[in-house]
């Protein structure tokens, strides 16, 4: 029905830049916020940046500054932009959306992305 594709993961040096993006595809009616999440091994996962329909973000205090998340609402694509990357910024980050369905307008459903591999290096 709905999948999210992520890319742009990957091995960087501290200090360095990724980008990491999101496309949402299927049978969507409209989505709602869409966002990025993160889980490091042996932590619970986080929620890192995400972004309303309208354009409202929010940030995890770590990230604020270094982070950017964007989305293109005609695409339902959903982008972070990465930039002074820390040790501690390595994860699994998973892409998350809240989607409406066609014969389901009223009820917003979640839906995640399968993960992209995020590895800050010293």
């Known amino acids: 029905q709905v999948q999210l594709v992520e890319s742009g993961g990957g091995l960087v040096q501290a200090g360095g830049s990724l980008r990491l993006s999101c496309a949402a595809s299927?049978?969507?009616?409209?989505?709602?916020?869409m966002g990025w999440y993160r889980q490091a091994p042996g932590k619970q996962r986080e929620l890192v940046a995400e972004v309303t329909s309208g354009g409202t973000t929010n940030y995890v205090d770590s990230v604020k500054g270094r982070f950017t998340i964007s989305r293109d609402n005609a695409k339902n694509t959903v982008n972070l932009q990465m930039n002074s990357l820390k040790l501690e910024d390595t994860a699994v980050y998973y892409c998350k959306a809240g989607v409406l369905l066609p014969q389901f307008t009223r009820f917003e459903f979640p839906y995640w992305g399968q993960g992209t591999q995020v590895t800050v290096s010293s």
């Open positions: 299927g049978n969507i009616f409209k989505v709602n916020a």
